[in-house]
């Protein structure tokens, strides 16, 4: 006999949240009750405040007017959470910190069930330890300070580059290389992997393994080869800036918050 979950989904990627539906289908000996489908954070919080709680709530970070977290500021959910997110790595290090689960999109099935068998371990222990986790989680999400400037040599002395004036930023000959929006480009000592924690993720997007970009540099988006988009950005790159099929619809979603 199937176990009934009552279950409310907070996300504002329909694409994802039929995905996440399949893929709870999926589980045996759960039968997961989708109450309800919720886009916002102000909609969550009018949700929590006016109907009984669930017993699982998964839910995305980056909402249409704006962090998820917010709920849990204004309104009390007793039901465990699971997270969703795409891109935000200070997220997934304050969750591992706290033992709250998350998980990465495109969710993955074997991770969506480690996930639920967590939270049935979950279901069997002391709620109080849980709550206090996601007390932890919330006060400990605060904004990081992204860097702002770059000092970068040229000729014989040092330039401070205002990090609103890059465009992007890529790898050519085995150097990382800046690229502003007058269409100068100076050598940085930086990795593409260290530059992405230290930018703001509203701002720069990590299109692949050779550029970083800034969202005012993007002019047009084009559709490419097997589901993948081809930036078209300002000033021009010597070469395509791609985005393959599997961070299509992340980047849509970065590119329209």
Do not use: C
Not at 72 to 86: D, E, L, Q, Y
């Amino acid at each position: 006999m199937s176990i009934r979950v009552k279950t409310l989904i907070v996300e504002d990627e329909p694409s994802a949240v039929n995905r996440l539906i399949k893929e709870l289908a999926k589980v045996e000996s759960i039968a997961f009750e989708v109450l309800a489908t919720i886009a916002t954070v102000k909609d969550t919080i009018n949700w929590f405040d006016t109907h009984q709680s669930v017993d699982l709530v998964f839910m995305d970070i980056h909402l249409n007017d704006g962090l998820s977290l917010e709920v849990f500021k204004h309104t009390k959910v007793n039901a465990p959470v699971i997270f969703t997110t795409a891109y935000d790595e200070y997220a997934l290090q304050a969750f591992k910190v706290n033992s709250i689960d998350y998980l990465l999109k495109p969710i993955n099935s074997s991770e969506l069930k480690s996930a639920i068998k967590r939270f049935q371990e979950t279901r069997e222990s002391s709620s109080n330890d849980y709550l206090h986790q996601l007390t932890n989680l919330v006060e400990s999400y605060k904004p990081t300070n992204y860097r702002s400037s770059f000092l970068v040599d040229y000729k014989h002395k040092m330039l401070m580059i205002n990090v609103n004036d890059v465009a992007f930023f890529y790898i050519k000959e085995k150097g990382v290389y800046l690229k502003k929006t007058d269409g100068q480009e100076f050598l940085v000592d930086f990795v593409l992997d260290d530059l992405e924690t230290q930018l703001d993720p509203r701002a720069f997007y990590r299109a692949n393994r050779q550029f970083l970009v800034s969202k005012p540099s993007i002019k047009e988006i084009e559709p490419y080869f097997n589901g993948r988009l081809v930036l078209v950005v300002t000033p021009e790159s010597n070469n395509p800036v791609i985005i393959s099929k599997e961070k299509a619809s992340q980047f849509k979603k970065w590119a329209n918050y």
